[in-house]
């Protein structure tokens, strides 16, 4: 069997192992059917044949026995054409969903997603700042409870639960070190969840889990080097290189939101002060548009001090002066840390996410036309920022991503899944990796 090595993300195998057996190509060919079939959509064996580059009968065999189980089942017929019409496959959304949990400032929100990527059914909780750990999982459960309830399904048919929180968080322990915004410190969260819910938790940075998203089902597709960045209530970063996820030494890499752009600036909760985040995340902006607003206090404006940031790039757009003041500024700083994140990283291109990015585009527009002005005796800083896809930069979905992705690994190690029963091929075991 035909070994074909993958550049996509959670795919870069290298060079086989030297011993390697005809099982664990399977394992690889396996793998890699399925990230297409995820990635790509709905495909015929014909479709997949073409892009894996295996034979059409290699691609039959190792697509049967999950055919079988319904994993795969078909979604209707390719167009017409000369000759009998293919059928399309896809993922069974009944056979294997996964729960994403996305966890920020004051908010919860659950939803279940199948193997595609597909938002099936979601709710949400609201809780006040600085709400304890165990109480906002609480909520989550209950959230995922009703949505079950709600779609006449098992807790068995999910194969596993993935949380995303922003934070320095070690994904391979499920520990949140510190979750600033939320007042968490050295919180085992994947424990706690998985007390409440007797399914295997993966706890993930969110910056990192809409890095997985997107390069699965969003523009971060078949790019090897890129940095998603997601801004909010803090600013965290997902970043790929070499189409692997990095994480560091303590499985916290890549915390951009406190690199340091200015020591005489706020304290940061992270204990520093000046960190990117104190001048760049949504509370800082608001902070500078309540205090220009002081500053122009008697001039008409469209703004109030409690305007939100849709109201900000509505009111920039109207060459509302206070705004202009608060979008530059906030801009400057934000170009002053991107600057920062492309010497470190050399990314093709920026992910933008997050609420920041949704709700005031003006930001980044104008961030751009800063970071694009920029050329020093070494580079010139054209890299393109891009704002996020809709679908995969969605905090749920990216919450999911890394569950499906280590799904499908184990589902690709089952040695005849034609003996596994419809709806429970494979569980997560253990921690899952990236």
């Given at each position: 069997m035909k070994e074909i090595t993958s550049h996509r993300i959670g795919l870069e195998f290298g060079s086989p192992p030297a011993k390697s057996g005809k099982q664990d190509l399977r394992r690889r060919n396996t793998l890699l059917l399925l990230h297409l079939i995820q990635s790509r959509g709905p495909s015929s064996q014909a479709e997949l044949a073409r892009r894996s580059a295996l034979s059409p009968?290699?691609?039959?065999?190792?697509?049967?026995?999950?055919?079988?189980?319904?994993?795969?089942?078909?979604?209707?017929?390719?167009?017409?054409?000369?000759?009998?019409?293919?059928?399309?496959?896809?993922?069974?959304?009944?056979?294997?969903?996964?729960?994403?949990?996305?966890?920020?400032?004051?908010?919860?929100?659950?939803?279940?997603?199948?193997?595609?990527?597909?938002?099936?059914?979601?709710?949400?909780?609201?809780?006040?700042?600085?709400?304890?750990?165990?109480?906002?999982?609480?909520?989550?459960?209950e959230c995922l409870t009703r949505i079950e309830k709600r779609n006449s399904l098992d807790r068995s048919a999910i194969v596993g639960v993935g949380v995303a929180i922003p934070g320095l968080i070690d994904s391979r322990t499920g520990l949140v070190h510190v979750a600033a915004n939320l007042g968490w410190r050295n919180v085992q969260l994947r424990a706690l969840f998985e007390q409440r819910l007797g399914v295997p938790v993966r706890v993930e940075h969110l910056g990192r889990a809409r890095a997985q998203a997107e390069a699965i089902w969003g523009k971060g597709k078949n790019h090897r080097n890129f940095v998603c960045l997601e801004i909010?209530?803090?600013?965290?970063?997902?970043?790929?290189?070499?189409?692997?996820?990095?994480?560091?030494?303590?499985?916290?890499?890549?915390?951009?939101?406190?690199?340091?752009?200015?020591?005489?600036?706020?304290?940061?909760?992270?204990?520093?002060?000046?960190?990117?985040?104190?001048?760049?995340?949504?509370?800082?902006?608001?902070?500078?548009?309540?205090?220009?607003?002081?500053?122009?206090?008697?001039?008409?404006?469209?703004?109030?001090?409690?305007?939100?940031?849709?109201?900000?790039?509505?009111?920039?757009?109207?060459?509302?002066?206070?705004?202009?003041e608060v979008v530059e500024e906030s801009a400057r700083y934000l170009a002053r840390g991107l600057v920062g994140v492309i010497w470190n990283f050399d990314p093709s291109f920026v992910l933008l996410t997050g609420p920041v990015v949704n709700d005031c585009p003006s930001l980044i527009k104008a961030a751009q036309r800063i970071v694009s002005a920029l050329t020093g005796k070494a580079r010139s800083f054209e890299i393109p920022l891009i704002i996020g896809a809709e679908h995969a930069g969605t905090g749920v979905v990216a919450a999911s991503a890394g569950v499906s992705l280590r799904y499908l690994e184990e589902l690709a190690s089952v040695k005849d899944a034609a003996r596994a029963p419809f709806g429970s091929t494979v569980r997560l075991s253990g921690a899952p990796h990236s």
């Open positions: 009968a290699a691609v039959c065999g190792i697509l049967q026995p999950l055919i079988k189980t319904r994993i795969l089942i078909e979604e209707g017929k390719s167009a017409a054409g000369p000759g009998r019409r293919a059928s399309i496959l896809a993922f069974n959304p009944r056979a294997a969903i996964t729960a994403g949990v996305c966890i920020d400032l004051e908010e919860c929100e659950v939803a279940l997603v199948d193997l595609s990527g597909r938002v099936l059914d979601k709710a949400a909780a609201h809780f006040p700042r600085y709400t304890e750990p165990d109480e906002v999982v609480d909520l989550a459960v909010g209530s803090g600013i965290g970063a997902g970043v790929v290189t070499h189409g692997r996820i990095l994480r560091g030494a303590g499985g916290s890499g890549a915390e951009v939101g406190h690199m340091p752009i200015d020591s005489a600036g706020p304290d940061c909760a992270c204990g520093l002060s000046g960190c990117w985040e104190v001048f760049s995340a949504g509370p800082a902006i608001r902070k500078r548009m309540a205090r220009k607003l002081e500053e122009w206090a008697g001039s008409p404006s469209l703004l109030n001090p409690m305007s939100a940031l849709s109201d900000l790039n509505a009111a920039y757009e109207s060459n509302d002066p206070v705004a202009i």
